[in-house]
C-alpha cells in the first residue's frame, strides 16, 4: 500500500513537472491506471509473502526430513562400518586359514609327488616293474597329472606300490626279450626271484639282466664262483642264489673291471714306449743289483790282520784267497808297487779306485736316465690325450662323456704308467748308488792303509 502512495507520488509532480497544462481527464485516467497498477502489485507483494512462507514451510520440512534421513544414514553407516570391520577380521582370519590350508595341500602334494618320482626312479632299476612295464607307465601318467591329488589318485598309487611289495616275494619265470652280451634283442626264458635279481641260461653261459628305464634289460655274463653257483640254482641243483642287493651297481662295477689289455689300449701309443724303458730299466735294475750284492767288502777283523798282523807275501797269499772284493784288488794293485815313491803309489792307488768304481757304477746311469725319462713320456701322453679331448668336444660338444673318454682315458693312463715305472727305478737307483759309495768308501779307506804300510815299512 505504501508503494502505491509513494508511486502515486512521484507520477503525480511528475506529471505538474511535464505536462503542467494537461487536462483533468488525462490525469484521472492515468491516477486510475496508477491506482490499478498498485493494487496488482499489492495483491502480487501478498501472493509472494505467501508463497515464501509456505516455501519456507516446505523447506524446514524437508530439512528436518534430510536432518533425520542424514542421522539415520549415520547410524547406518556406523552399523555398516562394524560390519565391515567384523567382515575384515573373519576376512583375515580366513585368508590365514587358507594360507595354512593351502601350505598343507602343497606339502601333502610336494610329497606325494617326490613319493612318485622315488618309486619310478626305483621301478626304473626294479627286476619286477621290468617284467611288469605297465606299472611304471601308471606311473608316470599319475607324475603327469597336475592340482592336487584325489582319492582316485592315492588308491591307484598304493595299488601299484602294495603290487610290486606282493610281487617282490615271488619267484617266476617268463619269455622276455633281453639284450644279451653282442647287443642284440632275443627272447629268453626269464627268471626273477624278488625285486634282487633276474638272469637267465643259455647253453653253457648264465648271465644276470639288469632292468633299464625304457626297453629290454642288459645281459651281464657271470663269472668264476658266481657263474658256478647261478647255473647251480638255475638247474635246482642249488639252493644258494647270488644276489646284486645293490640294484645292479656291483655287476655294473664288475663288468666296468679294467683287463690288463683294456689297459694298455686306453694308454695309446705313448704307452709302449713308457713299458719299454719300465721293462729294461727293471731288468738292468736287478742284474746290477745281483751285482753289486756279490761285491764283497773287506771286515775290520780281516783288515787287521792284513795290515798289522802280515808281512807282505803273507798279505799276497791271503787277498788272492779273497773272491769279488773291489778293496782287495786296490791293496794287489799297491803290492804290485812296492819300492816307489809315495806320491807314485797315491797314484796307482787312486787309479785302481777310479778304475774299480767305474765298474761298479756300470749302467746306474741308464737307471736313472730311465727312471726320469718315465715320467715325461707319461706327461707328454697327458699333453697328447688332452689334445685329443679338445679336438672330441670342438667335433661333437660335450653332450655325450663318452666321446671324451679315450682321450681322457690316454691323459691318465700314460701318466699312471710313467709314474708306477719311475717311482720304483728311484729308489733302485738310490739304493744302488748307496751301495756303490760303500764299496768306494772301503776301497779308499783300504787304499790309504795300504799306502800307509808300505811307506811305514
Known amino acids: ?184 634283442v632275443r627272447t629268453v626264458n626269464l627268471f626273477r626271484a624278488g625285486g634282487f635279481f633276474m638272469g637267465y641260461r643259455d647253453d653253457e653261459n648264465v648271465f644276470f639282466v639288469l632292468p633299464q628305464a625304457a626297453g629290454p634289460g642288459v645281459s651281464v655274463a657271470a663269472e668264476g664262483a658266481v657263474k658256478r653257483n647261478l647255473a647251480a640254482w638255475l638247474d635246482g641243483k642249488s639252493d644258494v642264489l647270488p644276489l646284486d642287493i645293490t640294484g645292479g651297481t656291483a655287476i655294473r662295477a664288475a663288468e666296468q673291471h679294467q683287463s690288463m689289455e683294456t689297459w694298455v689300449e686306453a694308454g695309446g701309443v705313448l704307452l709302449y714306449p713308457i713299458l719299454a724303458a719300465g721293462l729294461i730299466g727293471a731288468v738292468v735294475a736287478v742284474l746290477k743289483a745281483l751285482h753289486l750284492m756279490m761285491q764283497n767288502r773287506l771286515g775290520q777283523r780281516k783288515k787287521q790282520q792284513i795290515f798289522v798282523d802280515g808281512a807282505l807275501e803273507r798279505i799276497r797269499n791271503d787277498l788272492m784267497k779273497i773272491k769279488r772284493c773291489p778293496a782287495a784288488r786296490v791293496i794287489e794293485s799297491g803290492l804290485d808297487s812296492v819300492g816307489r815313491t809315495i806320491d807314485s803309489l797315491d797314484n796307482i792307488i787312486e787309479e785302481r779306485i777310479m778304475v774299480e768304481q767305474g765298474k761298479q757304477e756300470r749302467f746306474l746311469s741308464v737307471i736313472g736316465v730311465l727312471a726320469s725319462i718315465a715320467p715325461l713320456l707319461g706327461l707328454l701322453g697327458t699333453v697328447t690325450g688332452m689334445i685329443n679331448t679338445f679336438r672330441t668336444i670342438t667335433i661333437f660338444g660335450t653332450s655325450d662323456p663318452r666321446m671324451m673318454s679315450t682321450g681322457i682315458s690316454e691323459a691318465l693312463v700314460t701318466t699312471q704308467a710313467g709314474l708306477g715305472i719311475a717311482i720304483p727305478l728311484l729308489l733302485a737307483h738310490h739304493f744302488l748308488r748307496r751301495r756303490v759309495a760303500l764299496l768306494v768308501a772301503d776301497m779308499e779307506e783300504c787304499g790309504m792303509a795300504v799306502i800307509a804300510r808300505l811307506t811305514s815299512g
Not at 81 to 106: C, F, G, H, P, V
Not at 140 to 164: C, H, N, W
Request: proline share 2%; aromatic share 8%; net charge positive.
Open 1 to 184: 500500500m505504501k508503494k502505491g502512495f509513494i508511486l502515486l507520488f512521484i507520477i503525480y509532480f511528475s506529471g505538474i513537472m511535464v505536462l503542467p497544462c494537461q487536462a483533468a481527464d488525462a490525469w484521472d485516467e492515468t491516477a486510475r491506471k496508477v491506482l490499478s497498477l498498485s493494487g496488482e502489485m499489492n495483491e502480487r507483494s501478498f501472493s509472494s509473502q505467501r508463497y515464501i512462507y509456505q516455501d519456507k514451510a516446505g523447506l524446514e520440512k524437508r530439512v528436518a526430513a534430510l536432518k533425520k534421513r542424514i542421522s539415520e544414514n549415520t547410524r547406518a553407516l556406523d552399523q555398516a562400518s562394524k560390519t565391515l570391520n567384523q567382515i575384515s577380521a573373519q576376512r583375515a582370519a580366513l585368508a590365514d586359514q587358507y594360507q595354512r590350508e593351502t601350505a598343507d595341500m602343497k606339502t601333502v602334494k610336494g610329497s606325494f609327488r617326490n613319493a612318485l618320482g622315488h618309486t619310478l626312479s626305483r621301478f626304473e632299476a626294479s627286476p619286477v616293474a621290468s617284467v611288469s612295464p605297465e606299472k611304471r607307465q601308471a606311473l608316470k601318467r599319475l607324475l603327469a597329472q597336475e592340482g592336487f591329488p584325489g582319492m582316485a589318485q592315492l588308491q591307484a598309487y598304493t595299488a601299484i606300490v602294495f603290487s610290486d611289495i606282493r610281487a617282490t616275494g615271488k619267484i617266476e619265470a617268463r619269455f622276455a626279450e633281453v639284450i644279451d652280451t653282442s647287443g642284440k
